[in-house]
């Protein structure tokens, strides 16, 4: 784990925190410091959902530019992979994931949003792809993962004039699922915006962990399929949690007790 990125844990709930003062510019420590992130989330059976936080005062505004500047082809060809490895690493964890969004999520910051299953954002946060105002275009996952939450002329328009998308906006056209009010000067230990996160990852904890991993797997997995393929891998996953204590515990409680009154392990 870096200094810059680390992973604190409490009630179930793990949040991976970006810690590069100012603007946690995404350089080679932070996105390595997601990836090793990410992965401690994932086998972690303590953490049952997480939130992926820049701190009160911004989300993460975008790569550090200084270190592309004088990247040669060659050069970028290599580090791309790590640009694509460490918002895939946070898309694939196998639990609920938000991005809980301050100030501004831009570029790769917005894309680290974008990885997550959720997001939600502080009244004054500004999101964006502001790649083409640098005569390049999104390259961790901007313009796949975006269209693929607006749709393609939204993501066309977003990503064609680099312009930022307020928080309202962002949430009448699908790009947050809730907006916080925020006093100026909360600190992070108060800030709505965390604990509005925490509240929508913890409806999670003590979940069936299984089950929820399953439903996650099967639905972004089968959007990248045609839906007769997409109907198969959802049949097998259906299939493959009858082997688990959770699908036995849940279906006697509800024929026992009645819907929703299930104590699951996450086995």
């Known amino acids: 784990m870096s200094e810059v990125v680390r992973l604190e844990v409490a009630d179930g709930i793990g949040v991976i925190r970006l810690d590069r003062p100012p603007m946690n510019a995404l350089n080679d420590e932070v996105q390595h410091g997601l990836i090793a992130a990410s992965k401690e989330a994932t086998e972690r059976k303590d953490v049952a959902a997480v939130v ?3 701190g ?5 505004a975008g790569a550090d530019i200084k270190q592309m500047v004088d990247m040669s082809y060659t050069d970028m060809a290599d580090h791309s992979l ?3 490895d460490f918002t895939r690493a946070l898309a694939r964890i196998p639990k609920p994931t938000v991005a809980a969004i301050t100030g501004y999520a831009l570029g790769g910051g917005c894309e680290v949003a974008l990885a997550c299953d959720f997001r939600i954002a502080a009244r004054g946060a500004r999101l964006g792809q502001p790649e083409i105002l640098l005569g390049i275009i999104p390259g961790a996952g901007g313009t796949q993962r975006l269209a693929r939450l607006v749709g393609p002329a939204r993501a066309k328009d977003i990503i064609f004039t680099g312009r930022f998308v307020d928080a309202d906006e962002a949430l009448a056209i699908g790009l947050v699922d809730e907006v916080v009010d ?6 992070d230990a108060a800030d709505p915006v965390l604990a509005a996160a925490r509240r929508m990852m913890q409806r999670y904890a003590g979940g069936p962990a299984y089950a929820i991993r399953a439903a996650k797997e099967a639905i ?14 959802e049949r ?8 688990t204590k959770d699908r036995e515990t849940g279906m006697r409680s509800f024929v026992e007790k009645g819907p929703g009154k299930a104590s699951f392990e996450g086995a």
């Open 52 to 54: 992926v936080y820049g």
């Open 56 to 60: 009160a005062k911004v989300f993460a």
């Open 82 to 84: 790590l640009l694509q």
């Open 182 to 187: 925020v006093e100026e000067g909360s600190d």
């Open 220 to 233: 972004d997995s089968g959007l990248e399929v045609d839906l007769q393929s997409g109907l198969e891998i």
């Open 236 to 243: 097998m996953l259906f299939t493959s949690l009858f082997a």
